[in-house]
């Protein structure tokens, strides 16, 4: 199970943090201290903030460099309509996942709702 | 050194020096982590583009530094799985013609469209049918 769990985060963590962005802008640091309060305990900080430099690369944020009291200067982030515009796609897919497979869950293949081609046969 | 064969360009080169600098700079157990993680980049990273490099390791300092600072338990910076952090970390400066892979994926990519063609330009023909 935890296998499970990490496999389907590889292609949703990106749109969590970015639909964390939305509510404030946050530095590594407390985007993983949320997910982590939230019941994303497998959650390292480095994939975080592999992500976030991510979004900056893409364009997708706006980053501010805040001097810390100790260490190197945080650099917290804000999304900018370009990120906005990101998670709303990101939204879009996620409501088609979930619905498709809410199908499959509450009404088998193979009954009146559309099933998927492949599943015709078996 | 590794980096100074792809990085001929000598801002880069004191870039490198830089982040060795900040890395020596960690308590040793970060510094260990820091060791590892280099390693695994060298052999995995394919990433060998002189100024993606430098942004690269401008990145992972930062990164570690703050942990450091933080007290961050370096269980909880990597994970369970390392390797999965990594090659998230990797990910990001991949791409876009800046390491080999993306060569060999482009390669992948203009075969598989000439196949393709080939198919498309047959199909009318006798032999297409099966």
Redesign the interface.
Known sequence: M?RQI?EML?GTLEGIVLAILATRSAY??EI?SWLRENGFT??????V???L??FE?RGLVEVEKVP?E???P??VFTLNDAGRAYLAEFWANWDFLAERLRQLRTSPAGSTTPAPPTTEGN | MWIERITGDLADKRKWREYKARVKALPPAYREAAAGIERYIMHFGAVDDGPTLVRMFGDLGDLLEGAAADQTPIRDLVGEDPVQFLETFLDTYRGEGRSWIDKQRAKLTASIDSAIAAQESGAGSAGAGR
Do not use: D, F
């Open positions: 935890p990490t590889k590594g640091y993983t497998e959650i390292a900080e480095g994939t903030y592999a992500l430099v991510r690369q810390s100790k260490g190197p945080r650099k």
